[in-house]
């Protein structure tokens, strides 16, 4: 939301975006990353989480492959998904969830991610890597 870079390497799980002032029940994106290049300790993302009300997505690359699969609180759904409020869906070789009610999407792709949030809904009230 700063325009700045952030570096997130490390054998860790980062929050990219929470709520300051919690408006929205249970709402967060996260990135898992792993150390994947040992000499020059860089890291890869492994699962991309974005939480929001009783749901959680996680996009997960396997095998360390640019295949991706995704879980919905724990269980593999086929894309197009759409339940409580969550949509999912393939673009490209992008994964993308949505958040109507929030006007917010996220996208993945086994390597890189985005997150457009609009300033009306969450301007200098998050938190995060992003």
Not at 112 to 125: D, Q
């Amino acid at each position: 939301f700063d325009g700045l870079y952030y570096s997130y390497q490390g054998n860790c799980t980062y929050v990219l975006v929470e709520e300051i002032d919690k408006k929205v029940d249970n709402f967060g994106v996260y990135i898992d990353n792993y150390n994947c290049d040992v000499p020059d300790v860089v890291s890869c993302p492994r699962t991309l989480i974005v939480r929001h009300e009783t749901q959680e997505v996680r996009i997960a690359t396997v095998n360390k492959i640019l295949q991706v699969e995704v879980t919905v609180n724990k269980q593999a759904v086929a894309l197009p998904y759409k339940k409580f409020g969550v949509s999912i869906y393939e673009s490209g070789i992008n994964r993308v969830v949505e958040i109507p009610e929030l006007k917010m999407n996220v996208t993945y792709n086994g390597l890189s991610f985005s997150i457009r949030m609009p300033y009306s809904l969450f301007g200098n009230n998050t938190h995060g890597q992003c």
